[in-house]
């Protein structure tokens, strides 16, 4: 089945204490992305990338970083998470970033820090 | 991207057609009409897309006015799991814009 596989799904995790989100897609897609949702504020991009090893900021980048070394995986690093980065992140995956193609969803990960 | 105004929410009778619309009307020539959904906290799906011409798929019907200054999504016989919350998108790049939406209840 095509699909984006995050993990975890749920994590609780204490401020400071550096922390990754994988992220997996199945489809041989070149863009991949990151992103939070917050309560009133919506889906903020944290980060994308439009193939191996080519990565770049989105709207929200502060206190993230990303790699791409092979085309399936794009994990999403917090090298010291803090409280407000509690939030409910996105995973996306497309065939390319732009014009005809859709985007694919994860299933979200729950990130709590404390 | 172009700016997208949608109505905060919206009811629709089970098994009625949901008809979304969708404001964008400093819309530019190159970019696309994106509409997605997010059922509670799962990620957004994405549902359908256009350019100019209206278009059809096995989930919507997307209908884009001839100055593509605005849009409906058409949900031809909702049922219960359509409830969700629609985001019209217009992009001609990287990143989704995903605004408020507009919140679907679908009632028995």
């Known amino acids: 089945e095509a699909q984006v596989t995050q993990n975890p799904r749920y994590l609780i995790t204490v401020t400071g204490k550096k922390l990754t989100v994988t992220c997996s897609q199945n489809m041989n897609h070149e863009y991949m992305s990151w992103y939070r949702q917050d309560p009133g504020l919506g889906l903020r991009q944290i980060y994308y990338?439009?193939?191996?090893?080519?990565?770049d900021k989105g709207d929200v980048p502060e206190g993230y970083k990303v790699s791409r070394k092979e085309k399936r995986n794009f994990p999403l690093i917090l090298e010291s998470p803090s409280p407000n980065q509690t939030s409910l992140y996105f995973c996306a995956s497309s065939l390319a970033g732009t014009g005809f193609f859709g985007y694919t969803f994860g299933s979200g990960t729950r990130l709590t820090v404390v | 991207d172009a700016k997208t105004t949608q109505p905060p929410s919206m009811d629709c009778a089970e098994g009625r057609a949901a008809n979304l619309p969708c404001n964008h009307s400093?819309?530019?020539?190159?970019?696309?009409v994106y509409w997605y959904r997010q059922i509670h906290s799962q990620g957004p799906q994405y549902i359908i897309h256009?350019?100019?011409n209206n278009e059809t798929n096995e989930m919507a019907s997307l209908i884009i006015t001839e100055d593509r200054k605005s849009s409906t999504l058409i949900l031809p016989h909702a049922t219960l799991r359509d409830t969700a919350v629609y985001y019209c998108i217009v992009n001609s790049g990287y990143a989704l814009n995903f605004g408020k939406g507009t919140s679907l209840l679908v009632t028995p």
């Open positions: 256009g350019l100019k």
């Open positions: 400093t819309i530019s020539g190159n970019e696309y």
């Open positions: 990338s439009m193939n191996v090893e080519v990565t």
